[in-house]
């Protein structure tokens, strides 16, 4: 945490995702507005000192739906992540562990899954279902765990030689137990960055989705659709497109400098 | 050389027949079928008629043999015909794919020919100017939204501007111009699309590419060459650079799931008739056919891909082929 302190970058992104949380959950106490009310006399104007950001093509304040946008879109990259980091421990640990021919069928599984583009399965399987958020964070996580499980194979494969491994054994300790108590914590520390910079690549994948039409449907605002609602009127009203598109990218960026300096201090500690 | 292609293509087998099946489980899993939207949803089309039709179709059987069935044909290069037009499907897929590769083989090329030399400068220069805006530049790469900075371009350089076209590979009046004059339209009409195909994975490769070199740049064979009164410029060119563009080589490979993936995207916005594209057409018409012939042939480019790496690979580092 210390460290993390002395990054300046990293700390400016640190706060900014921190500003970003405290925006998802004081969402209703800190928008000016209802993110879903319509205002037919109100459509399209610029931003000013009643509508900061300039409302859309329905009359609706965009800093509002950005503030609610904000609930939507960054749990959707927390919890895609969490299902991806928990996939790819779970695959990754077993494969690490017991070896052999369960760690060759699933790193086959693994390379497998890695050659498929990943926005073509993501948006195959989204299409199929139906776009609710409970289906775009499984599918998300469900496609990008891959990275995760390599990553805690490699590392349960240098830590299950030391001897303190042997020690639990000796004792008795179970494979179960071994695992979950011994191996992971100590493998955490790679997995935090890639869960880090997995959040970014999240909401990104989401807005994307989005722009494409099979995101977060509306009128629920998520950043991706806010945007996609301002694209045909972007050469009247930039302000639909251009607003939430700066969020998406501060917040990404964000994730991205702290995922980088948490690897700058995990990398200096092993050294 | 023989015996580690050999073995390397027989390594592709397992993980061919793999893409295969969870392309076709991932769209046969989802509940509903194909033929739902013409039939049980059409109030028209009678139980009958629908029986029929699932049989004609083969959806009456289990659904491993259907997976055989569809796999035997696949080998064919017989993928099923179109639930939109009745077409076949490879006959579909072939007509968009060469505007996909091109894209995407130009996005590969401007990737090396900026990102290479970008990330050696970056490692020899560490803590300049240029490397700290290099360091910028990446992360900005990495976290923008790729479709909405296509669409801030396209509206700046397309619509306020007028200095590029915004849709479309090629001009209304393509079939009047001459060779070159159609090779620049393309080319024209290229050069949004593939910049903002390529600025994700040149991010990527700038920085590997950095932190690769800089990794060189650690080794003893490097102190040996200063030790041994080179000058620094024969020392990074000779002796450091081989060394740290090879592990680019296998990223590049790496990298082409991405692109492929984001044709989808840049297809979209530009309007171009790429496989990208068809795959969208397909997958919001829930052309099952369709959709499970490009799921499979993008999985195919991949590992195409990653066997090319490869083999580049080894034909450019002696210590692979020694071991062997």
Known sequence: ?271 | MTRYITKRVLSLVPVFFGITLISFFVIHLAPGKPTELDSSLNPKVSYEARLRWEKIEGFDKPIYIQYAKWLKKFITFDFGRSYIDNRPVSKKILERIPVTLLLNMSALVLILAIGVPAGIMSAIRRGSLADRLTTVSVFIGFSVPEFWLALLLMSLFGISLHWLPVSGIKSMDFEYLTFSGKALDVLWHMILPVAIAALGSLAGISRYMRSSMIGVMHQDYIRTARAKGLDESAVIYKHALKNAVLPVITILGLSVPGLIGGSVIFESIFSIPGMGRLFYESVMARDYNTIMGILSIGAILTLLGNFLADIAYFCADPRIRVSE
């Not at chain 1, 891959?146 to 042997?166: C, P, Q, S």
């Not at chain 1, 700066?246 to 200096?268: H, K, M, P, Q």
Request: proline share 4%.
């Open chain 1, 1 to 271: 945490m210390k460290e993390l302190l002395k990054n300046k970058i990293a700390f400016a992104g640190m706060i900014f995702i921190l500003v970003i949380i405290a925006f998802a959950i004081l969402a209703p106490l800190i928008s000016p507005y209802d993110p879903t009310q319509i205002d037919s006399k109100d459509i399209l104007s610029r931003p000013s000192a009643k509508h900061i950001f300039g409302t859309d093509t329905l009359g609706r304040d965009v800093l509002s739906r950005i503030i609610y946008g904000s609930r939507i879109s960054l749990s959707i990259g927390i919890i895609a992540v969490g299902i991806a980091v928990l996939i790819g421990i779970f695959f990754g640990s077993v494969a690490g562990y017991y070896g052999g021919k369960i760690d060759s069928a699933i790193m086959r599984f693994v390379d497998m899954m890695l050659c498929f583009p990943t926005l073509f399965l993501i948006l195959a399987v989204i299409a199929l279902l139906e776009p609710s958020i409970l289906n775009i964070m499984v599918v998300i996580g469900a496609t990008s765990w891959m990275g995760v499980a390599r990553l805690v194979r490699a590392e349960i494969l240098t830590l299950k030689e030391r001897d303190y491994i042997n020690a639990a054994r000796l004792m008795g300790a179970s494979d179960c137990r071994i695992i979950f108590r011994h191996l992971i914590p100590n493998a955490i520390g790679p997995v935090l960055v890639s869960a880090t910079l997995g959040i970014g690549g999240a909401i990104l994948i989401e807005s994307a989705l989005s722009f494409l039409g099979i995101g977060v449907q509306p009128p629920t605002p998520s950043w991706g659709n806010i945007l996609m609602d301002g694209k045909s009127t972007l050469g009247v009203a930039w302000w639909v497109t251009v607003f939430p598109g700066l969020f998406i990218f501060f917040t990404v960026l964000s994730y991205n400098l702290l995922g980088e300096a948490l690897r700058d201090i995990f990398e200096t500690r092993l050294k």
